[in-house]
């Protein structure tokens, strides 16, 4: 089983997020609600007031895949919660992006910057550009929270959103369950970032339809206030996380960018079937090294209260209620733990320490050809490592550096040292990889011996790091060549045009023009039959090569004279052969790494295969990076690049100068005018994320 170290996300049994991206989960909807007549008034007025602070967010979401960070757009939704901009939303529709934008009720839209996202409840905060917003805009609605703890089932409710990139919606219901825990057993763990929301979080469950891109978007009350964050679905009905435990999470998220949360080291579970009281929680296991370990806390002690409280419920309840109580308490602060310990009771004080986050960033290391995190103390544990220096590989480009190493590496391997320098963490091994590579346009490649730590063991390995994919062009000397395209004169066509040739031939289905083919008048339909007297043998389809290898046995610049069948005649045509042309393999080119796509200068062959007009300038694009940025922004292979920045673009040179002004000038965006088959288009990729 996939450790959850290693897990970006993970959602089982019929539980879903209402996200909506690259990777969509169906979110709950309810087909067969009533149908309604329409809001009533009052339900009108709400809606006035509260629509205006729903805010739609599309994201740049980067996930590892075959070594790098690949790029989707993603979307969800959330809610103005503060004048200041601070809007309200779901973890899981900001984590691993790169940029937001966000589009308001009046139809501007705004950057956003992530002021901080708390995984353990699934909720996160953002805050709008607001130098952005037009002249003369007035101040931003903001939406009002409610008591959630006052809900009850029955009690109707509106669930308002963004689904699907469109915009803003809403949908109505009932509460039917105010305080919902999730029943691990059946239903399973809702994991993000390595955390498991369920550990505090009671959802408001719900039947109003959410649909993919309500996560984030409010539930409201009749009178318009905040109860609930939409968050996912179960089977048919919706879960919304409190508002009361979403008001406390965003006001330390916006004070200090994250939740300070107190920590034991207890991992409990629910009380055993076998014993006869279902009061508490059983320890089942103890950090080394934790408060609780030097309280002298054990496995199998059954809690029954925290700080004078008692554990409430029973099952996945009780477990709830502890951790709810644990995380409230201030780390630093005395944590009183009431407990039986074989029939006997006890008391223990323990000063709790912080709660580190379970998962750290995927960072792409392009030299390395793979993505890696930094350790934390979860991964420490689960992985049974002997300390926390190092970074754990997450995933690999099997052609790539890591992947062509010996031995190769492989996902779940924790690097500690490179070249004899040890490596503490990701800005470490990216600090040793730069010195490696201190001139980012020179292509080079550097051979090092990492040591890494897998299963227990500490291995070495070969590897060969470059700081870019090699490009090895190796010059051909041209031969003559003619200016034709051609296809063999099977039998059937022989006969049938009645050349009745033994030898077959060439039936020329192109002349490219200005060529010294043209300039001798060969035409489309003369069959070539032979060269100087030697049979020009294609009879077949895998013959179509003869021609052009008795054409490179000349040299260039000398005449033959060509044997042909015409319109029923038979003639001799005299032609010089000309150099070849240059193949597109041997063209300039150039490879952005950063904006992941490469471009090279025109080959007489792309020009013929793309049908360009002959005096067509500009630069090809060749490859982009599958999920890539530029991919994102819309440029495909074969694209035309014609200006760049408003300048025209005839070499590599010059596309590779505008792409480095335009960085030099500080522009959020680099715009490509492009020629796609027949047509032009503009084409806008997003540079703010090469200053991060």
């Not at 960085?663 to 540079?687: A, C, H, T, Y």
Request: hydrophobic content about 40%; proline content about 6%.
């Amino acid at each position: 089983m996939t450790k959850p170290s290693r897990v970006r996300s993970c959602f089982l049994g019929s539980i879903a997020l209402a996200a909506w991206g690259a990777l969509v989960l169906a979110a709950p909807g309810a087909p067969g609600a009533e149908a309604q007549a329409g809001p009533t008034a009052a339900q009108s007025r709400m809606l006035a007031r509260v629509f205006p602070s729903i805010v739609r967010i599309e994201a740049i979401r980067l996930l590892p895949f075959d070594g790098h960070l690949t790029k989707s757009w993603s979307a969800g939704s959330g809610v103005i919660i503060s004048a200041a901009g601070y809007v309200l939303t779901n973890c899981h529709v900001t984590e691993d992006v790169d940029s937001f934008r966000c589009y308001l009720y009046d139809g501007q839209h705004v950057d956003a910057r992530r002021v901080g996202q708390d995984p353990l409840t699934d909720l996160a905060v953002l805050q709008l550009d607001l130098s952005q917003l037009k002249k003369g805009s007035g101040p931003l609605p903001v939406a009002v929270f409610g008591d959630s703890d006052r809900l009850g089932a029955g009690d109707r409710v509106f669930a308002l959103g963004s689904p699907g990139f469109v915009e803003q919606s809403v949908t109505q219901g009932i509460v039917s369950n105010p305080s919902l825990v999730l029943p691990e057993r059946t239903i399973g763990k809702m994991i993000l970032r390595g955390e498991n929301v369920g550990l505090l979080v009671r959802w408001i469950l719900h039947d109003a339809s959410i649909f993919g891109g309500n996560s984030g978007g409010p539930l409201v009350n009749e009178r318009g206030e905040v109860i609930g964050v939409n968050e996912l679905g179960v089977f048919n009905l919706g879960g919304a996380i409190p508002s009361n435990l979403a008001q406390s999470v965003a006001r330390q998220l916006i004070a200090g960018g994250r939740v300070v949360r107190g920590w034991s080291g207890l991992t409990v579970q629910p009380r055993l079937e076998s014993e006869a009281s279902e009061a508490g929680v059983v320890v089942s296991d103890v950090e080394a090294g934790s408060p609780a370990a030097k309280a002298g806390v054990m496995p199998g002690d059954v809690v029954l209260a925290c700080n004078g409280v008692a554990i409430e419920g029973a099952q996945e309840k009780a477990i709830t209620h502890f951790y709810r109580l644990e995380t409230a308490a201030a780390p630093g602060s005395a944590f009183t733990l009431d407990y039986v310990r074989r029939g006997q009771r006890g008391s223990v004080v323990l000063t709790l320490a912080a709660r580190e986050p379970a998962q750290s960033d995927d960072v792409e290391v392009p030299e390395w050809g793979a993505v890696v995190r930094d350790l934390t103390p979860s991964v420490v544990r689960e992985e049974l490592l002997p300390d926390s220096t190092g970074v754990i590989i997450m995933n690999i480009r099997p052609g790539g550096p890591s992947g062509q190493s010996e031995p190769e590496l492989r996902r779940g391997d924790v690097v500690i040292n490179v070249d004899g320098k040890p490596v503490t963490d990701v800005a470490g091994l990216r600090r040793i990889t730069g010195a490696f590579f201190p001139d980012s346009e020179t292509a080079l490649t550097h051979p090092t011996v990492v040591t890494f730590r897998r299963d227990g063991s500490t291995l070495q390995a070969a590897i060969d790091l470059r700081n870019t994919n090699p490009h090895h062009i190796a010059p051909s000397v041209l031969k003559a060549w003619l200016g034709v395209d051609s296809q063999p004169l099977t039998p059937k066509l022989n006969k049938r045009l009645g050349i009745n040739s033994e030898d077959g031939g060439a039936r020329i289905t192109r002349v490219y023009a200005g060529t010294d083919a043209d300039k001798a008048g060969l035409k489309v339909g003369d069959v070539l039959l032979s060269l100087d007297g030697i049979a020009i043998t294609e009879r077949r389809a895998e013959d179509r090569e003869v021609l052009e290898r008795l054409v490179r046995q000349y040299r260039a610049g000398s005449t033959s004279a060509v044997h042909l069948w015409r319109e029923g005649a038979f003639i001799d045509v005299p032609v010089t052969f000309e150099v070849q042309p240059r193949p597109a393999a041997e063209m300039p080119l150039w490879e952005d790494e950063k904006l992941e796509f490469e471009v090279r200068e025109l080959a007489f062959d792309d020009r013929t295969r793309l049908q360009l007009a002959p005096g067509a300038k500009g630069v090809l694009v060749s490859t982009t990076t599958p999920a890539g940025w530029a991919e994102l922004a819309g440029l495909h292979g074969d694209d035309l690049v014609i200006s760049a920045g408003g300048a025209a673009v005839t070499s590599v040179d010059d596309l590779k100068r505008s792409r480095a002004e335009a960085v030099k000038s500080g522009k959020p965006w680099w715009v490509l005018q492009v020629e796609r088959r027949g047509q032009d288009l503009f084409i806008e990729i997003n540079l703010s994320h090469l200053k991060k």
